[in-house]
């Protein structure tokens, strides 16, 4: 986990190791050994690059079960929510740091060292968090990941036939793309993936704008929409707004990739710049999309883009590009949390294929496997809004909420008002995986039996 063994952390204690006197020469941060660091503005362009994904344009069919008014609400609520979660789970980790001496904890490592060092009843689940953590955000990491090969290859596909007048099979497209998204994922280095990341900032923002200029033209009046809808439509809000809002799985791996951990959280710095930034896209995204198209929007909003338009094939194109360079540190993610474990095992049982040689082969595999489920399932959003909802209600909202208990109960014990609060956003985590695991089993039996009409009525 990357400790320093020996490493002693020197404290006055007041009352509890949370309310300790740190000295600055104790600093577990100072003996992080981290080859490539990047900075504040490029750990705030890669979380932003983790968050603007294909979820945001997913926002106005969100709210075109939420409506104008309720939708608005909901994406703040959800967005404060989530970056409050982030934020604790980051404070958490930077305390067991300076408890415990350790330079650096990624989800795994925080999850087993909260239980372990925890409260006595909690100690034998630590290897049980460990697992589950690491299971849960390589299934997210991977989901998205096969996700961006079907987008990427579905508009390229659409693009590319409307001009040839061809209509190459699908599988064309995805072998070509995953030829590209190995050769992007051969890059080891976080640092050399900014630039990418600010480039597929800037393609999906430029890509939003059209989306746009569209969507303002013979924009209808507000009234002509509902503000409120039917509560029997909120699931469907709140699944594809949570897992369009949770970018959680980048955050650990980017704090600890930091030069400058400390500025990660706190008021005007990483984290709460790129999450208010995201978080008014997506409520502007979402809005505008809705009060343009109404009940006809589509699942995404560049589906109702006018075909044969120059300008949108050019969104269409740029959000092809934007996405593929997603695919990488989506990746990266999975890469940071499958390889250790799998190097070590492989330096005892095959030394051939351990090291950088066995790294690269393993990077080439787990991309064909991603391929292999694009091709595989017919439906992958209806499987990753499963997959995303599950997960990311676990280890967004629900994980954040009993580390932070179980780190500092010490300090709390019964009654105390956080407490109070993570057992609120714990239900909020539960209605989430609750609504969002019926939906989309629900677009699953859909879409494999035919009767979508059925399905939408049993919503």
């Known amino acids: 986990m990357g400790y320093l063994k020996g490493a002693k952390l020197t ?136 996700v961006y090969i079907v987008f990427v290859s579905s508009n390229l596909q659409q693009v590319i036939d409307f001009f040839t007048g061809s209509e190459i099979n699908m599988i064309f497209y995805i072998l070509m793309v995953t030829a590209v998204m190995i050769a992007l994922c051969m890059i080891r280095n976080l640092r050399i993936l900014s630039p990418l990341s600010l480039l597929s900032n800037v393609l999906f923002l430029a890509s939003v704008g059209i989306v746009f200029y569209y969507v303002f033209q013979d924009l209808p009046s507000v009234e002509e929409r509902e503000a409120f809808m039917s509560i029997t439509k909120l699931p469907v809000f709140f699944s594809t707004a949570v897992f369009a809002l949770e970018g959680i799985t980048v955050v650990m791996p980017l704090e600890n990739n930091m030069k400058t951990p400390r500025n990660f959280i706190g008021c005007f710095r990483v984290l709460n710049t790129a999450m208010t930034l995201i978080v008014c896209i997506y409520a502007l995204v979402g809005f505008m999309g809705y009060l343009k198209y109404g009940e006809e929007v589509e699942g995404s909003i560049s589906l109702n883009l006018p075909e044969g338009e120059i300008p949108a094939q050019i969104a269409q194109i740029m959000l092809s590009v934007a996405v593929g360079l997603t695919y990488p540190l989506q990746f990266y993610c999975a890469m940071e949390f499958t390889w250790p474990s799998l190097n070590g095992f492989l330096k005892r049982k095959a030394p051939a294929f ?66 109070v609060k993570n057992i609120i956003i714990f239900v909020f985590g539960i209605t989430g995986f609750a609504t969002g695991l019926y939906t989309s089993i629900l677009d699953l039996i859909a879409s494999f039996s035919g009767e979508e009409e059925k399905a939408l009525l049993l919503l």
């Open 11 to 146: 404290v006055k204690v007041v009352k509890s190791s949370t309310k300790a006197i740190r000295d600055p020469k104790d600093d577990p941060f100072l003996k992080r050994e981290v080859e490539h660091p990047t900075t504040d503005l490029e750990t705030l362009i890669h979380l932003a690059k983790g968050s603007l994904g294909t979820g945001v344009l997913a926002m106005p069919f969100a709210f075109s079960n939420a409506g104008l008014g309720l939708g608005i609400i909901g994406t703040l609520v959800i967005g404060l929510v989530c970056t409050h979660c982030v934020h604790i789970l980051v404070k958490c980790a930077h305390e067991l740091c300076w408890r415990h001496g350790i330079p650096s904890l990624d989800f795994a490592d925080l999850a087993e060292e909260t239980f372990k060092k925890g409260p006595p009843e909690f100690r034998k689940g630590a290897t049980f968090a460990r697992i589950l953590i690491q299971i849960l955000i390589v299934v997210v990491a991977l989901g998205a990941c096969c």
């Open 354 to 419: 351990s090291g950088l040689k066995g790294e690269y082969i393993y990077r080439v595999l787990l991309v064909l496997l991603t391929m292999a489920i694009a091709i595989a399932i017919p439906n992958l959003s209806a499987l990753m809004g499963l997959i995303g909802a599950v997960c990311l209600s676990t280890v967004g909202l629900m994980f954040p909420a009993i580390v932070e208990t179980v780190v500092f109960w010490q300090d709390w014990g019964w009654g105390n008002w956080k407490l």
